[in-house]
């Protein structure tokens, strides 16, 4: 599994846009970069999937270079709500287990 | 939408003693997963299930583990004789099937051992 990084903790304000980057330079060619969202005492919850270039869903946009060392998660005008831990996995689609590493804490200020 | 249940939502029991947690998967998924979550921790995976069988396994699901899956509907979770350092969140997970990617979790089941 190739292993990620991500910032331990980031502050931001309501309104604005938060983007949380997360490094994979050993990534392989059958990996998929997954990103998920756990609230407080609340089992995490998947957010968006990507392999390269740009994905957006209505929760979030994931954009990846070329060369996918690297991607970074978009989060369009966050409210309090947004409020929680982020993680990054990189990995293979379906049937494996999930390592979450320390993922990144998000905290939005009024 | 569906969603994975879980329970009960906190479980407190004795040192020594047995708990079971219960878990309903969503009804078409074919993967079954146990993760825990010690306070301030990361989330640890324990267990892994499919085709009634357990896949893959991690170094803290020892002999005092097991799961189940009784009934064709509920994915338990066997804990023979807590420790303290048991108490955590513990997180029943499922997944639609290969090719898919997104493991849909439960609230959760707080045990606490005393």
């Known amino acids: 599994l190739a292993k990620t990084t991500q910032p331990i903790s980031m502050d931001s304000y309501e309104g604005q846009e938060v983007n949380i980057t997360c490094s994979h330079n050993?990534?392989?060619?059958?990996?998929?970069i997954t990103w998920y969202q756990q609230f407080p005492s609340q089992g995490p919850r998947f957010i968006i999937q990507?392999?390269?270039t740009k994905v957006t869903n209505e929760v979030a946009s994931l954009f990846i270079p070329a060369d996918r060392k690297s991607s970074t998660l978009s989060l369009p005008r966050v409210s309090l709500s947004d409020t929680a831990v982020y993680y990054c996995l990189v990995g293979t689609r379906g049937g494996d287990k999930i390592i979450f590493g320390k993922g990144t804490r998000l905290h939005i200020l009024p | 939408e569906p969603e994975v249940t879980q329970t009960p939502s906190h479980q407190v029991t004795q040192m020594g003693q047995e708990v079971i947690l219960r878990c309903v998967p969503i009804s078409n998924h074919l993967y079954f997963y146990w993760y825990r979550q010690i306070l301030g921790q990361k989330v640890e995976f324990l267990v892994s299930?499919?085709?009634?069988?357990?896949?893959?396994k991690s170094e803290i699901f020892d002999d005092q583990f097991s799961v189940e899956r009784p009934d064709g509907s509920n994915f338990t979770l066997k804990i023979r004789s807590t420790k303290l350092e048991d108490s955590a969140m513990y997180f029943c997970a499922s997944l639609l099937g290969r090719g898919r990617y997104e493991q849909y979790f439960g609230p959760g089941t707080r045990l606490t051992v005393t």
């Open positions: 299930f499919y085709n009634n069988e357990i896949s893959e």
């Open positions: 050993n990534i392989a060619t059958n990996d998929y």
């Open positions: 990507g392999y390269k």
